[in-house]
Each structure stands twice: as C-alpha cells, then as structure tokens.
C-alpha cells in the first residue's frame, strides 16, 4: 500500500515538474509564442512523414514486386523522394525558428538573471566565489534554455512519428501491432527512475564548474601574487583537482544515465524478433499479406529507432529542468537589504546623523560592533582611528547600508536610515575606498560615472581639485586614455585621484573616506591628501584617519578598539588623557608618521 503510494506520488511529482517549469517558463516564451508554436505544429507534419515511406512499402512490394506489374506502383519511389525533400525544408526551418526562439528566451532569461544580480547587498557577494556566480547567474540559463527547447521539439517529433508508425502498424496487423506495442510500453518503464538518481550528481556538477571558473578568475586577479611567490605549481594543482572532480561526476552521471540506452536497446530487439516469428505464422496462416509484413516491418524499426534514442533525449530534459529550478531559485531570492514598503527619498540636506546604540555582527553571536552611540553634525569631520580589526571600516559600512545594522539604529534628522529608499541614501553619500574600482574604458568615463549629466565645467573643475589636471596634460588621449580592466593601467595614487574626481562630481552631502596607509610614496601621497582635503570641505565626512593632519584638522575623533568607542573628543582632549587608547596610537603611528 505504502509502495502504491509513494508511486503515485512520485509520478504527480514529477508531472508536476513538468507543469510548473512550463508554467514558470511561459513569461519568457510568451513575446515569442507564435514561432514557438510554429515549431510545434511543424514536427507534426515532419514526424508524420517519415510514416509514409513504411506505408508506401505495402502497396509497392505487394502490387509491383510480388506480382511484377511495374505499370501498378512506378510512381511510389517517386513520391517517397518528394515527401523526403519537404521533410528535408521543414526541417530545416523547424530548427532556424527553433534556434531563433531559442535564443530570445535565453536572452530574456540572462537579462532578468543579470538585473537581479545587481540588487543584492554586499554579504551576498562575500559569501559566494565568482564562479558560482557566473554558473548562477549565466550558465543554468543556457542549459534551461537549450534543454528546453530543443527536447520538446525532438519530443514531439518523435511523437508524432511515434504516433503516425503505430497507425501503420495497426494498419497492416493489429494482432502484431497490440504485441510490440506492449513491449514499447515495457522499454519506456526504466525511464521514470532516473530522475532521482541525477539530481544529486548535477548539483555536485554545478559547484565543481563554479570552482573551476573561480580558478581563472583568480589567475587572472591574483596573477602577481602568483607570480612573486611562485604559485604556478600550487595553483596548476588546484586547477587540477577541480578538473579531476568534473571528470568524476560526469563519468558518475554517464553510468546513472546512459544504461538506459542499451537497456531499451534490447528490449526493442527482443520485439522485432517476436514480430517476425509471430509474423511469419500470420502469412503462413493467409491473415497478412508479404508486402503487409515487410511495411510492418519498415514501421517497426522506424519507430523503435528514435525510441532507443529518447532516453538520451531524456537526460537532456532532466538537465534542463534541473536547470529551470536553478534559475527561478535565483530569481525568487530576495535580497536582504531592500526598500521597506513605505520608504522616502532621503532628503538632500541633513543636519545630523546618529548612531543609536549600534550593534553588528557578521556572523551571529559574534559582534563586531558593541552598542556604538555617535553624533556627528553637519559639516563635521568625524575621524575614525583604532586598533586593526577594530571595526573601523565596518562602522563606515553601515551608512550606506552595505550592512545592516543587528542593533539600534542609523538615524539622519531623526529617520531610520532603513526607512530611506536606498537609492537616495546611496545618493547622498560619496565613498572614497582605500582600494577604488575602477571599470574598463575612458579616465573621463569613469569620473562621469559621479554624474552622468556633469557639464563640462563641473568635470574640469573636479579634475582640477583632484589634482589630475597635471597627469592628464603629459597623457596622449588626455581624459580620453584608456585605463584597462580596473584601472591596471594607472598608478595607485592616479587610481586613487579619479575615485576622488567622481566622487567630486557626485557632489554628496555626506562623504566616507577610507584614507590610503601605505599604498602611496611621500610625495603622492601628498597630492592624494591635498585632493581629499579639497573633498572634504562643507561635507560631513567620516573618515579612517591614518595621518595626522587630518586627525588634528576633524571636529572630533573617536577611538573604536574592538568594537567600542573607547574615547571621544579632539586632538589636544584626548592627548590629555593618561595612559589613554588615543595617546598610545600617537605614540605608535601618528607620530613617527609625522617625523618621516
Ligand atoms: N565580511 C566579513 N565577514 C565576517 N567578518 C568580517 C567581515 N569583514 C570584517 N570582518 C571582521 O570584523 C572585524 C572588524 O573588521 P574591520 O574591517 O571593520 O576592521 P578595521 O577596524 O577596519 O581594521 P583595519 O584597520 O585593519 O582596516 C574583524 O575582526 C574582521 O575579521
Ligand atoms: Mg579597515
């Protein structure tokens, strides 16, 4: 009983299966649903036709070949020609519109993959290699799509064709066609088990081709490193292994799958070999014609033909509908920091920002921040020194909403930050990183990208207080030069410049600086600094302070050694205190950095 039952639910599992990812799949079809029926109605027609030459072969061996009167049947090759050559055209537009529909929807499909892709927070990124991200987010919607497609038009061919040999068949012998359909019926059986025994290979498959992506990836990022401390080997033999671990699953998915085809192999065999012992009986017994027998024939092996076939065809399916889940899973996922319902735009001027009791953590039950109480004024300059690991950068993390807060809240004139829309948060704040991303393409393109309607005078006068105006006029292209994938091109200070020169053009009230340690030599070091001074004015600025002038120059300093403020107040307050955090640091850091 309970056998029963888990059978029957497996089968509604798996026409479920079917229904919903054709269900989930219709928006994507739909603005191409006329071609996409059109190569449905096609493989009608196709499908038929190949019935017609096992039909043809009755009249031909009965009327011209038994009783050899060539006058009754010499047109019947003719006609098998002519059908063939317009099976041959349809066809061939059958797999141009297949290829076509095809296409469009993986397009659609990658495009909306790619747009939500773009709306997840940060911790999404952290937790995930690059790799998986491209599997995700690009590969599964081929492999939807290409399964997809494809096997429902080799499904319905091979039905029709299915559909129209049984006719002939029944045609010429009921009697025999009732037996080889029966052991049709019994050669598909295998098929409904292997479902089950895939998924998890295809899971596995998945996260090995995302690792192998992320190891060119990282050749590509890390080459120096690889390089300067002689990875070659060690990264080859990671590479390696990865490559091994495919090779595995795909023989495991080889050995789960491919019996299915010699299985039904034989199964098939073993009914034509009936049908010619019980064949011949019937024309013994004068109940079927030769020429019935030899068209029953051609019918049979035309139709178990493409059936020893459709096992591999199913794989592909179970591919691609494994797929389908992948891709809608994705697209179904919410990122976890978003727009509340009843979000507002952030206003453009604020007067201060709080930190109320702020707690974070990364991983729960391990806090990074503790209880963070801050308030900065308008047009302050927040400086932010502390031990390493301390929580600097997280502090400064939490403004633009790269994270969310565990505790307490962000308030700006009173409003919890989470109830800006996110937009206009991001709006409202410049970010300037130790490590800036650049993109591919122009120095002008890039800075742009702080405003895509800066006019020129905005764009000349940033490039000036960025002090880029100097590297640009000894540059060929001027602000037209490219600066290859993430700036390669460029120096680490001029990197550094063109992030401040965007940031200039993006003209944010509230501004975050992460200020470069070590990265720079003296002397650019010094342009860097005169260009974030230049940035920093009328803004409220919280800032990783790491030289001293722009310690000495903020309204306040707060010192966050692990996770708390320990201290608050200005320069001259805070070297006061006895033995305090802020002392200590002076003595250690700033101090020696101002002696240099
Ligand atoms: N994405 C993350 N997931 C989990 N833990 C993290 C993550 N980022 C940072 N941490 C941890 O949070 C703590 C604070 O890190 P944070 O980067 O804020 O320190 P910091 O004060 O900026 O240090 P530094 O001066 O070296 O830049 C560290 O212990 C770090 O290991
Ligand atoms: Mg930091």
């Known amino acids: 009983m309970q056998h029963k039952l888990s059978k029957a639910l497996r089968k509604q599992v798996l026409e479920n299966m079917f229904v919903q990812n054709y269900k989930r799949m219709w928006p994507y079809i739909k603005p191409f649903w006329f071609r996409a029926l059109m190569v449905l109605l096609l493989t009608i027609p196709i499908g038929s036709m190949d019935a017609i030459i096992a039909w043809a072969i009755k009249p031909y061996t009965d009327a011209v070949m038994l009783k050899e009167n060539m006058a009754a049947g010499w047109y019947i090759p003719l006609v098998i020609v002519a059908f063939t050559c317009v099976q041959g055209v349809l066809t061939y537009i059958l797999n141009y519109l297949n290829t076509w529909v095809g296409a469009n929807i993986t397009n659609l499909l990658k495009a909306d993959l790619f747009k939500k892709l773009l709306t997840f927070e940060t911790e999404f990124f952290n937790s995930r290699n690059s790799g998986d991200i491209l599997v995700k987010f690009s590969t599964n919607a081929d492999t939807a799509c290409a399964g997809l497609l494809s096997n429902v038009k080799n499904f319905a061919r091979k039905f029709f064709t299915a559909v129209s040999l049984i006719c002939v068949l029944f045609y010429n012998s009921w009697q025999l066609a009732l037996v080889c359909v029966a052991i049709l019926i019994f050669a598909l059986l295998p098929m409904t088990s292997l479902r089950k025994r895939v998924r998890p290979v295809l899971n596995k498959s998945m996260v090995a081709g995302a690792s192998l992506a992320t190891k060119y990836n990282e050749t590509y990022s890390g080459n120096k490193t690889i390089i300067s401390y002689n990875l070659e080997q060690y990264q080859d033999q990671r590479y390696l292994n990865v490559l091994h671990e495919t090779f595995s699953l795909s023989m495991k998915l080889f050995k789960r799958t491919r019996w299915l085809t010699p299985v039904m192999h034989i199964i098939l065999s073993i009914g034509i070999a009936l049908a010619l012992w019980f064949g011949s009986h019937l024309i013994l017994t004068n109940q079927l014609t030769p020429g019935g027998f030899v068209s029953f024939l051609t019918a049979l092996i035309l139709l178990y033909n493409p059936l020893k076939t459709i096992g591999n065809n199913y794989n592909s399916v179970l591919l691609s509908f494994w797929a389908i889940e992948q891709v809608f899973e994705v697209l179904d996922s919410e990122p976890k920091i978003k727009d509340s319902e009843k979000a507002i735009q952030m206003p453009k001027h604020h007067k201060e920002i709080r930190f109320d009791n702020v707690s974070f953590e990364y991983v729960s039950d391990v806090p990074v921040l503790k209880d963070i109480n801050l308030t900065v004024h ?74 895509e309607n800066a006019t020129k005078e905005q764009l000349d006068k940033a490039i000036k207080m960025a002090y880029l105006d100097d590297f640009l006029d000894t540059m060929k292209d001027g602000l037209d030069t490219e600066i290859g994938e993430r700036g390669v091109l460029l120096s680490g200070g001029q990197k550094q410049r063109v992030a401040i020169a965007r940031a200039f053009l993006k003209n944010a009230p509230i501004l975050v600086l992460d200020e470069a340690t070590s990265a720079l030599d003296n002397k650019s070091e010094a342009v860097v600094q005169k260009a974030i001074e230049n940035l920093m004015q009328e803004k409220t600025v919280f800032v990783i302070a790491h030289r001293l002038s722009t310690i000495r120059n903020a309204s306040k300093i707060i010192v966050v050694n692990d996770g708390k403020i320990v201290e608050s107040g200005t320069h001259d307050e805070l070297l006061k205190i006895k033995n305090g955090a802020y002392k200590m640091l002076y003595d250690m850091q700033f101090k020696k950095k101002e002696e240099k």
Do not use: C, H, W
């Not at 206009?424 to 405003?451: A, H, K, P, W």
């Open 378 to 451: 308008q047009g302050e300059t927040i400086a932010i020194v502390g031990n390493s690991g301390g929580g600097k950068t997280t502090l400064v993390n939490l403004l633009p909403r790269f994270y969310d807060v565990t505790e307490g809240q962000i308030t700006v004139d009173g409003t919890d930050i989470r109830n800006f829309t996110l937009k206009s948060l991001r709006q409202n704040i410049g970010v300037v990183f130790q490590d800036n991303f650049l993109f591919d393409g122009t120095i002008r393109e890039n800075i742009m990208l702080g405003n």
